[in-house]
């Protein structure tokens, strides 16, 4: 049998490079931050990591986790109602729910799985989940895995989120479920008016502020912060894997019921691994930080608003963004892998975006903007993307 399967992958392997959709990995060979090293030696700029802060190699941070394997060992091997839960995850929950204004938090290995374990143990066939069409595989995935009646609004479109919440009168329990920030565009969902929406029509609402924490906001405290709604949604999801030390483990934070009931029936909080305690060391330490000092989330702002004006002035097709992402519109798949390679023979680090990650005819190069990058890395990329840009004719 595996004769005929092997047959089969190959051909669709061969289907996809043809195509130019095939995905190769560089590798790296130093820690991440804003110039590193790949395989050949050569250093570059990285300019597509989602190091937001530019935590990623933090002294303090990698501190709190070697003394955390000092103090409380390198692994758990349990999950958490077993023996899996220490002292450092209940305070880590705890800085979370301080740091978004809610109520409780529960960990997970990475916010797929977070997104993964939500909607299932809360919601069944009597409900419905109205969900942006833009929204992250994860949430798609959990939704498909829950029984709910599902409802899909185009990205951002209030009219026709509106639409939806008319026909999901329906049903018993209605949740509206938006990414903060959507990860291939940076723009940022209305939260503003999706509270409104909410309200008048009787409905919940789940944010997925992976891309919008420690970024969006006057203090990082993602899209709440920025309409002045903190502590106003039942339900937000996240990630320490991006702005927060960029290492693994996601959460759900939010009403304490609802925290509750997932900490019983949510099967990859019950079945998975507890966080290691360095990780977990590492994100307390983070968040203090965070409360401390604004410096890094203010370098972010004013370094996001400089590049993109500098490559909308050189004549890019750029998204509006609200965010720290900045997508350079090349719409052709195979255009995207050549810019980003001749990107690299510059100097610069970045990654063509294409189907299945983003739709046919919408490739591009997901710039992703750093505290850690200086005015120097800002100028040398924007130079780059320039000469590139004006060599294969895309300005």
Known sequence: MYQDFKSHLQAELASIEEAGLFKNERIIITPQGAAIRVSDG???????????LGLSNSPALKEAAKNAIDSHGYGMSSVRFICGTQDLHKQLEAAIAKFFGTEDTILYAACFDAN???FEPLLTAEDA??????N???IIDGVRLCKAVRYRYANADMADLEEQLKKAQAQRFRLIVTDGVFSMDGNVAPMDKIYELANKYNAMVMIDESHSAGVVGETGRGVTELFNLRGKFEIITGTLGKAFGGAIG?????????????????RPYLFSNSIPPMVAAAGIKMFEMIDE???LQDKLHENTKYFVSKMIAAGFDIKPTESAICAVMLYDA????DVANKLLDEGIYVTGFY???????????????SAAHEKEHLDKCIAAFTKVGKELGVI
């Open 293 to 295: 000092t604004n410096d």
């Open 334 to 337: 195979k255009l995207s892998q």
């Open 250 to 266: 996601g959460f759900t934070t939010g009403k304490k019921e609802i925290i509750a009931m997932l900490r019983q029936r949510s």
């Open 129 to 134: 989940i109205i969900s942006d069409s833009l």
């Open 355 to 369: 189907y299945p990650v983003v739709p046919k005819g919408e490739a591009r190069i997901r710039v992703q903007i």
């Open 116 to 118: 993964g374990g939500l």
């Open 136 to 138: 992250h595989a994860s």
């Open 42 to 52: 050569k250093e570059v700029l990285n300019f597509c990591a989602n190091n937001y």
